[in-house]
């Protein structure tokens, strides 16, 4: 088996190299090919967790197809036999790990959903009881169920941290009825994801969706409710009023934590044991998630 760090392909233009993820394009369609590097503490890390980016990838394409009758997506093609015959040399660095999909041009406000309160949106909330311009109940615990999951945006901010934009300052930006239709089509589309997810024993505490336009309309773009944009949390371990174990990269955080590294420098590179255990979270998320076996050849 490959692991796949960087990828080049030549006669592509590489437009973007995320922490996790690599866009080429030449025209109206992009290839993202979703790799094996994992961050942690806004660090990406010099190890590397095998099939990674192959689950990623599979992960997202499940919930886009099953999210469908909500909005529709950017997805072209997910098969690597049916790509184009120019990506045939790479098939090794690309199998299972990359999607063809319409160029849109990117709305750029994160929608986030929280369903339980964590992270910045419990830092907000401690401070102010609210969370941009929602005023949430008093007396709410660390990781607590909301009482109905809310829509946080943040802006899309090219370096650095994104930052937390009120409702009504994104409808000045943007029109209300842009951010009425991105709120609710968020909303639908994390609660039918979260209610299957709680079904099978996976907490998806909160997400971040991005949407984008194709000539007038708008369709569901990025990835979507894979453990890298949201929180997933065991079910069986959950616990509110303290911070909990994240899914799947609870191993490596814990490593993190036993080192002496001050989170402030090049982190250090992870133990086989720590990697081979992350990656048999990440199969058995997609196992949980899909109700399929994971094989790979
Ligand atoms: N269909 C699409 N059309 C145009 N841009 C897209 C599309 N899907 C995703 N993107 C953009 O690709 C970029 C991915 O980069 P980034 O999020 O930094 O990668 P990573 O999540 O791997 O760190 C984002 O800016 C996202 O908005
Ligand atoms: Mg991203």
Known sequence: MKVISNVEIEG??????????????????????????ISAFDYILPSLIPLKGIILNQISIFWFNMLEDIIDNHLIETDINKF???????????????????????????????????????????????????????????????????????TKEISGHDVSITINKAKKIFGAKVVDYLKEKSLQLYKKAADYALKKGIIIADTKFEFGLVGNKTILVDEVLTPDSSRFWPLDEY???????????????????STDWDRNSEPPELPEDVIEKTTQRYINAYEVLTGKKFEWK
Not at 85 to 90: A, D
Not at 94 to 122: D, H, M, N, Q
Not at 241 to 251: A, H, I, L, N
């Open 84 to 154: 184009p015959k120019y990506l045939k040399k790479h098939r090794d660095s690309l199998k299972g790990r990359s999607v063809i999909v319409k160029r849109a041009k990117i709305f750029p406000i994160e929608c986030v959903v929280r369903g339980y309160i964590t992270g910045s949106g419990w830092e907000d909330y401690k401070k102010t009881g609210m969370i941009g311009d929602l005023k949430l109940p008093p007396n709410l615990q660390l990781c607590d169920k909301l009482p109905e999951p809310i829509f946080t945006p943040t």
């Open 239 to 257: 616990a509110p009023g303290k911070s909990q174990k994240s899914f799947d990269k609870q191993f490596v955080r814990d490593y993190l934590l």
């Open 12 to 37: 592509m233009e590489k437009i973007k190299s995320g922490k996790v993820r690599e866009m080429f394009s030449n025209n109206n369609e992009i290839l993202i090919v979703t790799t094996d590097r």
